[in-house]
């Protein structure tokens, strides 16, 4: 296919839309998908889960362009082939077809809340999944699609379906592994009925030779390698692989849309109760209500209409340290308002200081670059300062990786004050010298240890450092997260002013206390049964259900589809448009269940969420603590079941019981014993197993904090200025 092919997709961009709800009817029956009811039946456990999807992948590709009529063990490893190529049956990507212009790139957007319009769109859009791959209509479609990137070959390495008997441990091989024939089991076409094409694509690598976070935002080539990239320009070229043409739709202009939310919980006055620590020097006082932040009346209007009316208390005190124009590090449990703790006071500066609307150039100089370490992320983060700067003449962009280079250059260039990214994309831009970053007055590291870790850390080592960043001195550094080890806070001394603030609500790292957390002992082999059984009884609540690999999100998508529990799945494999409409379908409630790797444990606020499932426990009990904050938030309340496997999971026993009696939940004997058993004399928290970490580091090296409590104090530790020795 050539780059001309690439082009048209975008021209025609209904073309290439596609449903990623996966309904179990249309796999095994290729009925047209009846829908399913999922039976509540009386059970001991609780909880739910998401679903699957899949992804995109920028690598693979690279010299794939043609790959026609590939068998799979070629079109498998690659992007779109293997998202969409039939499943079991030989037919192409090029069959993906939607005859209907419904389905254009820009219908879907799991981002915004919706006043929606889904229920519409929804049959259209299971209609065209289950053409894709042309099971059912599989002529029409391949008569009405044009041939599309990776659209050829259908995935016959994958015939024999998806055995459903097989062992989980099936799935847990290395991610990037090439899926081939018989990977699931059996040659049995289990689900190679129609409409399931674009389940079980495996994707080798995260390609490109550039860095792949934990499923997150790919670290490109020309990122990793230079911030300048002259024609290396990761996404945007074809040097190593096709392009990436997918656009994302506008999100809706509409008022209400823009300041659609979803209402506090019965928990929100609460908040109030919990510890709050400041520590670092001359804090200013914090503040009680959004009044005395004294706002301009645009961003007090927009803070009403948002349905804002109480602060939270990181934005208690967050607000006041930014406005003073302070650095900030500041730790607050999941859901408790950290976006509007930077945003707000970002806006008011920009407000204060006569901002002048940005017009069009092809250098756009930004005076707020917010990033964050997934493309939905930075996305729910863009869409919050769209809300908060209704009205205004600041103008807030957002860019990320899996979508067309162009259309982030396009958005770019329309004026840009506040610059939302995820890192790979970013640095493309800077490189590409279509951002300059001499006007920065403020930069946000949102999940900030995420985002300086070992995968994040070099991308923003080489963001501060290109030409033109203003120094530390010059610029207002502001880091935001539920958790902070330690060694993550004392690298962050880099980009901060040695007389930063560090805020912590609670215990750095602390679950949030509105989740009510049980964890359950399950083998390997019966977490499957339990999944379903404990979905069953969540009946049609909103679920996440978080796996360990990209893979076993497919297969355990696939199965819950199976067993007639409507699921979808977002991962890193899977292209960003279906990432989009998995959140989409789940946030609207189309597909209740959500199934998860990392990619979706950090930031996303999704309302309703009332369960999460972690199917897997995750390798670090940060995660854990992210992950389970999908739900719980904003004074609201929900539930976290997690099946603990004492062959894997023991390491996590220690830091779990940790996590659980702090959060005052119930603390299972067995798992006391276990965490006994493997007990670390010592053990104090500072890897990344831990989330013990209670306190700004300064002062383990300084020796002096004080803990305050949600009163306004703050611990008083010497000046860093007098002692080096801290850093
Ligand atoms: N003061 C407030 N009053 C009412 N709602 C609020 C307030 N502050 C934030 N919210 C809402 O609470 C929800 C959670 O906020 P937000 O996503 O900023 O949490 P967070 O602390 O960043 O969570 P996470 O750690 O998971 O990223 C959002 O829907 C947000 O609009």
């Avoid at 047209?32 to 059970?43: I, M």
């Avoid at 018989?182 to 076409?189: D, I, K, M, N, T």
């Avoid at 004050?417 to 300059?436: Q, S, W």
């Avoid at 004492?646 to 702090?662: F, G, I, N, T």
Wanted: proline share 6%.
């Amino acid at each position: 296919m050539g780059d001309e092919d690439w082009e048209a997709e975008i021209i025609t961009p209904h073309l290439s839309s596609y449903v990623p709800v996966l309904e179990k009817d249309r796999y095994s029956s290729g009925a047209n998908g009846d829908t399913f009811s999922r039976t509540p039946v009386p059970s001991s456990e609780m909880d739910d889960g998401p679903s699957r999807r899949d992804h995109f992948m920028r690598s693979g590709f690279a010299s794939g362009r043609s790959l026609g009529n590939r068998d799979a063990g070629e079109s498998n490893k690659r992007e779109s082939a293997s998202t969409m190529g039939g499943f079991g049956v030989g037919k192409g990507f090029g069959n993906r077809g939607f005859p209907n212009n419904k389905l254009e790139e820009g219908d879907s957007s799991g981002f915004w809340r919706e006043p929606n319009n889904f229920g519409e769109d929804t049959p259209a859009r299971s209609r065209g999944f289950s053409r894709r791959g042309g099971f059912q209509d599989g002529n029409d479609s391949e008569a009405l699609a044009p041939p599309r990137r990776g659209g050829r070959g259908g995935f016959r390495g994958c015939r024999g379906g998806f055995g459903l008997g097989s062992p989980n441990s099936e799935c847990e091989q290395d991610e990037g592994t090439p899926r081939t024939g018989g990977l699931f089991g059996s040659r049995r076409p289990a689900f190679s009925g129609p409409g399931n094409g674009d389940i079980y694509q495996s994707r080798g690598g995260s390609g490109r030779g550039g860095y792949k976070g934990l499923n997150e935002e790919v670290i490109t080539g020309s990122a990793k390698n230079s911030w300048k990239s002259g024609t290396e320009g990761a996404e945007s070229d074809d040097t190593q692989g096709p392009k990436v043409t997918y656009v994302p739709p506008a999100p809706p202009e509409d008022e209400d849309s823009i300041f659609a939310h979803y209402q506090t919980g019965i928990n929100f006055d609460k908040y109030d109760s919990i510890l709050v620590e400041v520590s670092g020097h001359d804090v200013p006082p914090a503040i009680l209500t959004f009044e005395e932040a004294n706002l301009c009346p645009t961003l007090n209007n927009n803070i009403a209409k948002a349905g804002y009316t109480k602060l939270t208390p990181v934005q208690k005190y967050s607000i006041p340290i930014i406005l003073a124009g302070r650095d900030l590090m500041a730790c607050a449990q999941t859901g408790s308002g950290k976006t509007a703790a930077f945003l707000l006071p970002i806006l008011a500066h920009m407000m204060r200081d006569g901002i002048t609307a940005s017009r069009f150039r092809e250098l756009q100089e930004p005076e707020c670059i917010i990033v964050a370490p997934t493309r939905e992320l930075i996305n729910q983060i863009y869409l919050e300062a769209r809300k908060f700067s209704f009205g205004t003449c600041v103008r807030a962009v957002v860019i990320y990786g899996g979508t067309q280079f162009g259309h982030s250059v396009r958005q770019i260039t329309q004026g840009c004050n506040v610059l939302c990214a995820t890192p790979g994309r970013l640095m493309d831009v800077i490189g590409k010298e279509k951002i300059g970053l001499r006007q920065v007055r403020y930069l946000v590291l949102d999940e900030a240890d995420r985002m300086l870790d070992m995968g994040f850390g070099p991308e923003m080592k080489k963001l501060i450092s290109c030409p033109g960043m203003p120094s530390k001195e010059q610029r207002q550094t502001l880091m935001f997260s539920a958790t902070f080890p330690e060694e993550i806070q004392r690298m962050a001394g880099e980009f901060l002013k040695l007389n930063y603030l560090f805020v912590a609500v609670g215990q750095v790292g602390g679950a949030c206390t509105d989740v009510q957390q049980t964890v359950l002992q399950v083998g390997q082999y019966s977490k499957r049964e339990k999944l379903v059984e404990t979905l069953r009884n969540t009946g049609d609540e909103r679920a996440m259900v978080f796996v360990e690999t990209k893979k076993k999100a497919d297969f355990i998508a696939t199965f819950l589809c199976q067993e007639k529990i409507s699921t979808t799945s977002i991962h890193g494999d899977r292209e960003q448009r279906e990432r989009e409409q998995a959140l989409g379908d789940f946030r609207c409630g189309k597909c209740p269940v959500l199934v998860a790797t990392s990619v979706a444990a950090r930031g996303l606020d999704i309302e309703n969420v009332q369960h999460v499932i972690n199917f897997d426990l995750p390798s670090t009990i940060d995660e854990y603590v992210h992950r389970i904050g999908r739900t719980g938030r904003c004074g609201n309340t929900g539930r976290a079941v997690s099946f603990f496997d004492p062959e894997s999971d023991r390491h996590l026993a220690q830091p779990l019981v940790k996590v659980l009696s702090d959060a005052q939940q119930d603390v299972p004997a067995w798992l006391e014993e276990i965490a006994f058993s493997t007990y670390v004399p010592g053990f104090s928290g500072s890897s990344r197993e831990s989330v013990f970490t209670s306190v700004d580091t300064r002062k383990n090296f300084r020796g002096k904090s004080t803990l305050s409590t949600a009163g306004f104090s703050s611990s008083q530790i010497p000046n860093p200025a007098d002692d080096e020795s801290w850093d």
